[in-house]
C-alpha cells in the first residue's frame, strides 16, 4: 500500500531534550517535505527536498534541521526543542515538487513540548 | 511573497444546504497552482482538487464544486446540499511556478460543521 508513514505519533517531552520525528514513503517519491500545523495558521512549510542531498528552507525552519540521505526517508531532527514547537506535524511527499502534483501526507505526529 | 486567505474560519450549516468556502490568494507569478484538502476530524490530509492557472475552467465532482477567477484572485469551493460527513477542516493551499513549485502555501483552514 503506497503510504508516508510517520513515528511517533505522539510525544511528549521536554525542553532542550534532542528528539526525531521519522518520515519514510514507499512510492519512491523524489519531493518530500515537512509542515507544522496549529490553530488558525492552516498548515506551514518548515523544510523541503528535492531529492537526495537536497533540502531546502521553508517558511518557518528555525529551530528545526533535516536530512535526506536516502530517498525513502526525511526525518525532523529538533536539536533543542521548546515550547514554542509543540504542534502537529506532517510529513508529505510528491514524485516531484509541490507545485503540479498532489501531496501525499503521513498522518501526523502530535508534539508537546514541557 | 505568495499568501493564501481563507476569510471564514468556522461556518455551521444545516444539512442539506448549500455551502461556499472562499479562497483568496495572492502571487506574483503567472504560472501557479491551486489545491483544496480536506481535514476530517480523524486528523489526515485528504486531496481534493489541483488547477494551474492556466485553467480557469469551474470543475464539477459529484456534490463539489469550485469556481477559480484570476480577475478577484479567488479559488472558492462549494458543497451542495452538504452532509454531516463534510464536517472538516478545508485548507486552499497555492504553489507558485517561479520556485521550481517546491514551496506550498496553506491558507489557514475554515472549519464546517454540518448539523443534521
Known amino acids: 500500500e503506497a503510504q508516508v508513514t510517520q513515528n511517533p505519533r505522539y510525544l511528549i517531552t521536554v525542553t532542550g531534550k534532542k528528539l526525531t520525528v521519522t518520515c519514510s514513503q514507499n512510492m519512491n517519491h523524489e519531493y518530500m517535505s515537512w509542515y507544522r500545523q496549529d490553530p488558525g495558521l492552516g498548515l506551514r512549510q518548515i523544510y523541503y527536498?528535492?531529492?537526495?542531498?537536497?533540502?531546502d528552507k521553508g517558511d518557518v525552519p528555525e529551530g528545526y534541521k533535516v536530512s535526506r540521505k536516502e530517498k525513502r526517508n526525511f526525518p525532523l531532527i529538533l536539536e533543542s526543542p521548546s515550547p514554542n514547537q509543540t504542534s502537529l506535524y506532517f510529513c508529505?511527499?510528491?514524485?516531484f515538487g509541490a507545485g503540479n502534483q498532489p501531496q501525499h501526507f503521513g498522518d501526523g505526529t502530535r508534539l508537546s513540548i514541557l | 511573497a505568495q499568501k493564501v486567505t481563507q476569510a471564514q474560519t468556522e461556518i455551521s450549516v444545516v444539512e442539506k444546504e448549500d455551502v461556499t468556502l472562499d479562497c483568496v490568494y495572492e502571487t506574483r507569478d503567472t504560472t501557479y497552482y491551486l489545491f483544496w484538502y480536506k481535514q476530517p476530524p480523524s486528523g489526515e490530509l485528504v486531496f481534493l482538487i489541483r488547477r494551474n492557472s492556466f485553467d480557469e475552467q469551474n470543475e464539477i465532482s459529484g456534490r463539489y464544486s469550485w469556481n477559480f477567477q484570476k480577475s478577484t484572485s479567488s479559488f472558492n469551493f462549494t458543497i451542495t446540499a452538504s452532509q454531516v460527513v463534510d464536517s472538516a477542516v478545508y485548507f486552499c493551499?497555492?504553489?507558485?511556478?517561479?520556485?521550481?513549485?517546491?514551496?506550498?502555501?496553506f491558507g489557514g483552514g475554515t472549519r464546517l460543521m454540518v448539523k443534521p
Open positions: 508529505a511527499s510528491s514524485l
Open positions: 527536498s528535492m531529492n537526495v542531498e537536497v533540502t
Open positions: 493551499a497555492l504553489s507558485e511556478h517561479n520556485n521550481a513549485g517546491n514551496m506550498l502555501t
